[in-house]
């Protein structure tokens, strides 16, 4: 099984930068489909980016597009979820989440482990 730990979340202004980080250990998941979904309070889970561990395709949400980038080291089995120009609208806990690859990319549920997510808070 796949386990999934996320960190670099915090406080930041609007305009600022973070890097969230997600450490993935476990069975083998070069072939597993990678995501970043976010929830702010009492809205649904959506997806923000999402990429396969293997290869360069990487697809975005609309509303991110041109500000946050996913990217993953492969030495480092880490994920990464950069994020510039951030936005009050950003304001949410941010998951990471790994799919064997069946189902729509955008979709929460085609992923079948998730970490336990890390908060972000962009202040206006």
């Known amino acids: 099984q796949v386990q999934l730990v996320e960190s670099g979340g915090g406080l930041v202004q609007a305009g600022g930068s973070l890097r969230l980080s997600c450490a993935v250990s476990?069975?083998?998941?070069?072939?597993?489909?990678m995501g970043w979904f976010r929830q702010a309070p009492g809205k649904e889970r959506e997806f923000v980016a999402g990429?396969?561990?293997?290869?360069?395709?990487?697809v975005y949400a609309d509303s991110v597009k041109g500000r946050f980038t996913i990217s993953r080291d492969n030495s480092k089995n880490t994920l990464y979820l950069q994020m510039n120009s951030l936005k009050p609208e950003d304001t949410a806990v941010y998951y990471c989440?790994?799919?064997?690859?069946?189902?729509?990319?955008?979709?929460?549920?085609?992923?079948?482990?998730w970490g336990q997510g890390t908060q972000v808070t962009v202040s206006s």
């Open positions: 989440a790994a799919s064997p690859g069946v189902g729509p990319v955008m979709s929460a549920p085609s992923y079948t482990v």
């Open positions: 476990g069975r083998t998941f070069s072939d597993y489909r």
């Open positions: 990429r396969r561990w293997i290869g360069d395709n990487r």
